[in-house]
């Protein structure tokens, strides 16, 4: 299994970015992506995650309504949506794969890891 995260950048606060995650090697029907960051000095968070089976979505309170994440089945491809974005949301982003659907949305649960994206927000 590989993961290739891309998208990040450097936007103004209130601004949007789209991140994507392109997975090869799942089975198609029955996995979940999902988004995790890590800021300097802090711990890695998740973000938000997306099953395969049903399309249900987790996220985080911290980016209710600001960011959405998709996925393409076809392409095997999960998308993630910032709007709105705050300098707090400064961080490396990951995408990584679990077997299943999403559960608790833990690091743990997460057996496949890509590169991480840099999103920086300037205030």
């Known amino acids: 299994v590989q993961l290739q995260a891309s998208g990040g950048g450097l936007v103004q606060a209130g601004g949007s970015l789209r991140l994507s995650c392109a997975a090869s090697?799942?089975?198609?029907?029955?996995?979940?992506i999902g988004w995790f960051r890590q800021a300097p000095g802090k711990e890695r968070e998740g973000v938000s995650c997306?099953?395969?089976?049903?399309?249900?979505?987790v996220y985080a309170d911290s980016v209710k309504g600001r960011f959405t994440i998709s996925l393409d089945n076809a392409k095997n491809t999960a998308y993630l949506q910032m709007n709105s974005l705050k300098p707090d949301d400064t961080a490396l982003y990951y995408c990584?794969?679990?077997?299943?659907?999403?559960?608790?949305?833990?690091?743990?649960?997460?057996?496949?890891w890509g590169l991480g994206t840099q999103v920086t927000v300037s205030s």
């Open positions: 990584a794969a679990e077997v299943g659907p999403c559960g608790e949305h833990e690091e743990y649960e997460y057996e496949y």
């Open positions: 090697g799942l089975n198609p029907d029955d996995y979940a």
């Open positions: 997306i099953s395969s089976s049903d399309g249900s979505t």
